[in-house]
């Protein structure tokens, strides 16, 4: 099912900095991809999300790029935050009823 | 948005057994889907489930093992037959939120199954 896939599986960063976390995909009917984040013992809850219209998606601190030529997007978190740990999965999806596949997951784990 | 409720948010059962999963939809929404999560793993996506027909399995998960029932746009089940240790994971039920929000993939709390 690895239909996405991420990397990479774990990131400490310092308070402040900017966390990248990347993702690529192989097939081409995906038409939306968004970056989930799930904190321990909490259900996944959506962050930020992009079409491939665009190359670049920002809402605040939280910005996509997007590659379609190369099948790569990756989420950049400026100014990170110790609020910011959690897990984070990218996604992708095909047409507007289908499921989205997720990849592996980033732990993100911000230092004060 | 949608809002999934889910229950029981946590099991414990024994080897063999089965256990049901229920979750129910504030408003009603074409597609339910259904993923496994072992501990700080990824989502596995595990089926589709549309009203009055057949869940769509991905593969891994068969109906034996899995059964999902979806008899109205409101409501879904997950059994876990013949339980195994290996099943021991989080099990959510999800869907994409209705109007504005309909790209969005809402998820329940999910079930933490522990099997003995």
């Known amino acids: 099912q690895q239909q996405v896939r991420q990397s990479p599986q774990s990131l400490t960063v310092w308070e402040g900095e900017t966390a990248i976390l990347n993702c690529s995909y192989e097939?081409?009917?995906?038409?939306?991809f968004p970056w989930y984040h799930q904190f321990p013992g909490e259900s996944p809850a959506l962050l930020i999300a992009?079409?491939?219209?665009?190359n670049k998606k920002e809402d605040g601190r939280f910005t996509i790029f997007f590659n379609k030529r190369e099948k790569k997007f990756s989420l950049h978190i400026a100014d990170s935050q110790p609020g910011d740990s959690a897990t984070y999965f990218c996604?992708?999806?095909?047409?507007?009823?289908?499921?989205?596949?997720f990849g592996a997951g980033t732990k993100l784990s911000v230092k004060p | 948005s949608v809002l999934l409720y889910q229950k029981p948010n946590r099991d414990i059962c024994q080897s063999g057994t089965s256990l049901k999963i229920q979750c129910v939809a504030d408003?009603?929404?074409?597609?339910m889907f259904w993923y496994q999560q072992f501990q700080e793993q990824s989502l596995m996506l595990m089926a589709t489930?549309?009203?009055?027909?057949?869940?769509?399995?991905e593969s891994g998960f068969t109906k034996d093992k899995f059964p999902i029932s979806r008899p109205n746009l409101t409501f879904s089940t997950l059994t876990v037959n013949n339980a195994r240790p290996g099943d021991s994971s989080i099990y959510f039920c999800?869907?994409?939120?209705?109007?504005?929000?309909?790209?969005?993939?809402?998820f329940g709390s999910g079930t933490r199954l522990t099997v003995l």
């Open positions: 097939d081409s009917t995906f038409d939306y």
């Open positions: 992009i079409r491939p219209v665009s």
């Open positions: 408003s009603q929404v074409v597609s």
């Open positions: 999800s869907s994409r939120g209705t109007g504005g929000r309909a790209e969005t993939l809402y």
């Open positions: 489930a549309n009203e009055g027909s057949e869940a769509t399995y």
């Open positions: 996604a992708a999806s095909a047409g507007n009823n289908n499921a989205p596949r």
